[in-house]
Structure formats: structure tokens, C-alpha cells
């Protein structure tokens, strides 16, 4: 018989015969709390029953539930429903419990329509079976491994800093605390071990961070167990992060606690941690028969402590609910379900690839306009340096300025990374600005670049405009989920209703002299290229990088995008063209408000007899070559890596008789791939000249895999001739 049919069948049969474990409700729960409680209880296991048979008859989809963990219902009500949530996916009692917080939600309609991925899922519009309301403050998380802990780090910092600098588009509550569920075996996750540390590294500094972690503990991950006692052993003692627990399997134990933990975490804007034992029943997920890797003795002993049944005897022993009502209110939750997924099942799906593809973007929204800073907030900010912006000067400095002005413009404006306060960054491109603009708004961050990201991900949940700094390329690598399964994936997953807009600066690419190898000279950035939504850019030059930036500025307040700026790092300090102090690329500080516009291209030259097409460092090396190729040679830059600014090129190279495409990204996955496939799909013929598929060495051979303005003479020679 299937475990389902037999948990059930137990729940009947042990409440209808009052066989009932012996229970002593703590106060605190009312009687009609309590009965509205188990309510939630009942209609998430209904939910998860059905969400079965939906599957089995291929009428619904990933049936990953909540049975086990019902306890959750207690945890909300311990809430309120403006604390936002970012959920476990076990936590459908959590979600039914809150909707009865806020006035007309139709919770049981809603998650059916998940269950069955239609397309009027109010959520995710069919896009996953996913936990999530923009009513109920639940941003919507798929099946996550802890990857969602560093946000939720985040929103809880975003929330406090709210306190001090309001952003214009603030969501949450002043007096709300972020709330971040997940499983025993996630905790130790890496991701989850560094959102724990880096909470606990600020609360030690007495940085304001209203944030509860539910750790929900049934013992198990999939089929690995639990260590017994090892996430109390593992957070009863970690210093900032003070922690409490409770018995998942009981109502009223499991309200209070949450309470006690909550109104700490209110009162004292410091993180907590509530541990609930939970167990989980069904195994993991549809296709999961637990007794195929636990003793059938083990399974039945979970059943045993079926948290509905412990509810029922909870509600007699304090005299809120006979168990005969109990019993009639589960058989009619279980109908009323059943009758409305007959319904839900013949609501229609998404059917093409436009209708699914139609939240990758999400929506932009009215801002406050501005002017910009003025002459006089310029002048008593930047002094004599703006005398200095009319002469030619190196990339970095221009980006400085430009940070400078923004920071000056938009006041929701946070700047975060590794050493980018105090020191002002490894390259000084951030010296500065924590002195002028505080350490509220430029923030010297922890050593750990997913607390990073998430950092800027939760903050832009409130309405801020983070921009995160990576120190170097090599390094976002052991942290691009954030980008790839939480930053982009958010309106995507919420049909826009939900957003992260934020510039992530990072600096990378080749072509540093003798210093760092490959894990400061990283010449790969094909995991952004990859991710849908993500917007790419790479300037070449100071005053492009200036234009960029202020337009991935505009592009995340306006338009609500998640987007990267790649700054060459051999480009920072870059004075000379062909010479010795030639100052040939140095450019004047743009004019505050000019932009370059995504989609728009460079060009150096109007020659027709040869365009080379390139980016960063590529470009530099293109104009180095061209001086010695004569005026038949123009350069395109192509500037945006993400969308590549396919019609813009096209319409540069198209005069030209021949196409070098120069990519100092690798052959294989490179920036150069794409390129030459959209020229080919145009009837154009192109050769490309791509760095090697290697990591780069340190010392002479810094340059030796990638292209030189050597290898580019050569190749444009060859075409030439």
C-alpha cells in the first residue's frame, strides 16, 4: 500500500478511535487561533494529496510537499504578513497560515493553479509550482539548496538601511524582519554556512540585521541523514546569533517559540536562529519510496508522530476543538480540494515560447525625475578635481568620478564589495567615496562574494540600487548562482511582480603585466553570457566607461535590469597608443547626463576595406593595429557583450569587404562565437582571431594565449592580401 494511503488511513482511524498521545498545550494560542491553525494544517496536507493524483494523471507537476511539516502554520502566525518570507519549499502550511492574515486571498485556488502550472498561476503564471505572493510579501523561491539565505541577509540589511536612507521605490516595512526558511541539510551548504557567518560577523559588530532563520530539521535530506543533534550542536552557541528551538509537531510549542524569537529579532534588530524539529513524511519528493533506504520500522515510526494527529490532541487538551470536528473538518478540506483542482485542471497552460519568455524582462517603472547633481553639489563635493576632468585622464579615474556623480544623483544608490571603503578597491577606482558619501552607502563587505551578491540582491528587493563589486573575474565563479538561479531568475519566477535591479561591477578580462595569474587574469565570460535577462557591458576606454555605467545605472533605476560591468583591468591605468606618452587613450571626463545607449556600438575609422570587430582590451590592441594598416581599416567595439548589438554591428561592417572578428575571450565559449554566427546567418564572411582554450600564466607569457596587436596585423594582413 502506498505510504500516502497509509498515514491517511492512520490519521482516520486514530482520531475517530481518540487514539491520541497524551498533551499539555503551552499557553499563549487562543481557541479560535488554534482551530485556524490546524485549518492551514489540514488544507496543506489536502494539497499535497492532491498534487499526487494531479501527477499521476499528468494533469500536475513536482510534487515536492509539505506533509511533516505543517508546524509551519504556527511559525506565520508568530509573523506578521508584511515580514517578507523567503520560503522553503516545504512551507505550504506557512503560505496558507498567512493568507489568512490578509483579506481576500483565494490561497486555495492560487496554489492549485501552481500545482497545475497553469498559466493564470498568479505567481509564476505557470512558469514553476512555486511558493509566492506579492500579497503576502513571499517573494517566489523554486527548489532551493540555500542559495536564497544571502538575500535574505540582504532584505534584512535593505530593511534597517531603510531606516537612514529611504529609497524611492521601498517596499518593506520599516518595523519588519526578513525571515529565511530551509532544511537541515541545506544548512550545511556553503551558501547557507556563509549568509550564517556573514549575519553573525555583523551582528558581533552591532550592525542593525532583522533577521529570523528557520532551520526546518526532519532529520533527513533526501536519503543522507541528520546527524543526530547536530544543527542544535552546530548553532546553539554561535556567537551573534542567538538561538532558539521548538517542536515542530506541536502547535502551541511552536507558536510561542516562534513569537519569543520573532518579537527578539523586532526588538533588537539582531538575526536569530529557530531550530523546529519537524519530520517529513512520503519521502522527498512523488517518485521517493523512503523504505527503499530506511528500515520500514524507521518510516512507520515518523508516521507515528503525524503532526495533525499530535494537533488534534492538542486542540481536545485545551479545549478549542473535539476531535469528531476535527475528523469533519479534514474530510471536508480534502473534498473541497478535490473539487476545486476539477476545476483547476482545465485552466490553460503556456503554449509558446513567447508566453513563457515574456517575464525574462521585467517591467520598468516611473522614477522621480532628476537633473542630475548640480554645479554647486559638484563643486563642494569634488573641489579642484573638477578642474582636472577637462584634461585627459585614464579609465579609472573617470570611473571614479563617474561613481561620484551617481552617488550624487541617486541617493537609493549603495556601492558593496571587498575592500572598496577604506582602501577605495585594489585599483583606488572607489577612493573616495566612503569618505565623501559614508560607510552607509559604500560598504566595506566580509571576504565572501556570495554575501556579496546576496547583500545587493536583498537590498534591491527594498527598493534600493546596489552596486556590488567583485574584486576580480576569477572570483565571482564560486558565486554565480546568485546571479544565474536567484538575481535573474526573480521576475521571471514572479512574472515581474517581484524585482533586483542592481549594477554588478567586476573587474577582470587579460593582459595584466607579471602579476596574478590566472586568478586575477580571467579572460572567460561565457556564465554571464548564459544567463537570460542578464545585461552585459564592456567599455574600452574611460569615457565609454563613463557612458556605460551612467546608462546600467539607468537601465536598473528604470528598468528594473540585473547588470554586469566588466572593467578591463589592464585598461585602469592605460595612457599611451602607439608611444610613450602619447596619451592616445586618455580620454576627457563626458559631460554629467550624456549616456551611450545599450544597443550602440563604436566606431574608429570609415574604412571599407577591412573592419575589425572587437571589445575591452581587443579594441585597444584593434587601434593599435589599425595605425598600421592606413585608412581602409575601421574598428567596431561592440561595447555590450549581453544582448550582443547585433543590428548596430551588422550595419558598421556591411560597407566593409572584409571582417576580422578579434576576441579576447576563449576560442570555445567565447564572445566571438556568437558573433560569427550572426555574421554567417547574414551572408557575410568573417575570420576570427580567439584567445586559446587555456588559463592565463604569470610572468612574460602573461599575453601569450590571447590575441596581441602582433597576431591582429598579421591575421588583417592576411585578409588583406
Known sequence: MDRTTIVEENFRRRVGAGDLPKVTPRPGLAGPEAVGLFRAQVLSRALDLESRAMQAAGQGFYTIGSSGHEGMAAVAHALRPTDPAFLHYRDGAFQIARAAQVPGQTILWDMLLSFACASEDPISGGRHKVLGSKALMIPPQTSTIASHLPKALGAAYGIAAARRHAPEHEVFARDAIAVCSFGDASANHSTAQGAFNAASWASFQLVPMPLLFVCE???????????????????????????????????????????AAADFVRRQRKPAFLHVKTIRLYGHAGADVATAYLPRAEVEAQEAQDPLIRSVALLQAAGALPPSEALAIYDETRARVHRTAAEIVT????????????????????????????????????????????????????????????????????????????????????????????????????????????????????GFIPIPEIQFLAYLHNAEDQLRGEAATLPFFSKGQFTNPMVLRIAGLGYQKGFGGHFHNDNSVAVLRD????????????????????????????????????????LYPMRDLLAPGDGGWMREYPAPGTRLPLGEVGQSGTGTDLAIVSFGNGTYLSHQAQASLGEGTRVIDLRWLNPLPLEAMLEAVRPCKRILVVDETRTTGGVSEAVMTALAEAGLRARRLAAADSFIATGPAYGATMPSRDSILAAARELLA
Open 531 to 570: 544567463i537570460p535577462g542578464l545585461i552585459l557591458a564592456c567599455p574600452s576606454n574611460g569615457a565609454d566607461a563613463v557612458g556605460m555605467l551612467r546608462e546600467c545605472v539607468r537601465l536598473a533605476r528604470e528598468e528594473q535590469r540585473v547588470v554586469v560591468f566588466l572593467e578591463p583591468i589592464a
Open 347 to 462: 485552466r490553460p497552460h503556456l503554449g509558446s515560447a513567447e508566453e513563457v519568455m515574456a517575464s525574462l524582462i521585467p517591467p520598468p517603472r516611473p522614477c522621480a525625475p532628476t537633473n542630475g547633481p548640480s554645479a554647486a553639489e559638484r563643486a563642494a563635493l569634488l573641489g579642484n578635481e573638477i578642474t582636472a576632468q577637462k584634461d585627459r585622464q585614464p579609465m579609472s579615474r573617470l570611473i571614479n568620478w563617474a561613481l561620484h556623480d551617481l552617488l550624487l544623483e541617486h541617493g537609493e544608490i549603495v556601492l558593496m564589495g571587498e575592500d572598496v571603503g577604506r582602501k577605495g578597491g585594489v585599483y583606488g577606482v572607489t577612493q573616495k567615496l566612503e569618505k565623501r558619501f559614508g560607510p552607509d552607502r559604500v560598504i566595506d563587505t566580509l571576504l565572501d562574494e556570495q554575501s556579496i551578491l546576496g547583500l545587493a540582491i536583498g537590498m534591491a528587493h527594498n
Open 217 to 259: 530539521d526532519n532529520g533527513i535530506g533526501i536519503s543522507t541523514r541528520t546527524p543526530k543533534d547536530w544543527i542544535s550542536a552546530s548553532f546553539a552557541a554561535r556567537p551573534g546569533l542567538p538561538y532558539f528551538t521548538c517542536d515542530g509537531g506541536d502547535l502551541y510549542d511552536t507558536y510561542a517559540t516562534a513569537q
